[in-house]
């Protein structure tokens, strides 16, 4: 005991002494928490319910690239702010077009208004043309079960509209053995 308080006298040794005994006392605490037992919040995740009317919205209003094909056209572009930009291929000619309603053809930055595709002006390029084509319906001819498939008969004309993971990807459109089939990318 005598050395003890020798040792304990001495500053230096009583600092490490001191030093010693808190690394031990937190070290104890520390293997305290970790071995106590945690309890797991579960996360409340919201699922967001996403209607057909959303999906239309949104595909009126984003930026869309576009292919259609039907045979007769090949038509290959983009579509932002609710104008068509890119070309029409039809009889081994290609033309650069503008359509934003009418149809413009494009030469070295020039728009010109033709009548040129005209049966594409019946308003088959830009989402918000087809949306308000539907909309303006008054019902639904069929959907499938899992709504990857909306199809309405509008004045003689079937349109097929289909939705992969909550998007608008594709719309068909036929009438008198005419069949249009529009593809849309998301930019």
Do not use: H
């Not at 079960?145 to 004309?157: H, L, P, R």
């Amino acid at each position: 005991m005598d050395k003890f308080k020798e040792i304990w006298n001495n500053p230096r040794y009583n600092a490490l002494i001191r030093l010693g005994l808190w690394f031990i006392f937190f070290t104890l605490v520390i293997i305290f928490i970790r071995l106590s037992p945690k309890e797991e919040v579960p996360r409340v995740e919201e699922e967001v319910q996403v209607t057909y009317s959303d999906i239309k919205k949104e595909f009126v209003n984003s930026s869309v690239m576009l292919t259609m094909d039907n045979g007769t056209y090949y038509v290959n572009g983009v579509i932002k702010n609710g104008a068509f930009t890119g070309t029409i291929q039809s009889d081994g000619n290609t033309n650069k077009v503008y359509y934003n309603g009418v149809m413009y053809l494009v030469n070295k930055g020039e728009k010109t208004e033709t009548g040129l595709y005209s049966e594409l002006n019946d308003k088959l390029i830009l989402p918000k043309d087809i949306v308000g084509i539907i909309d303006n319906y008054n019902g639904l001819l069929k959907t499938t079960s899992d709504d990857k498939s909306y199809t309405y008969d509008i004045d003689g004309a079937k349109y097929v509209v289909y939705v992969k993971e909550e998007k608008i990807c594709k719309v068909t459109y036929e009438k008198d053995n005419l069949v249009y089939t529009l593809e849309y990318n998301y930019l």
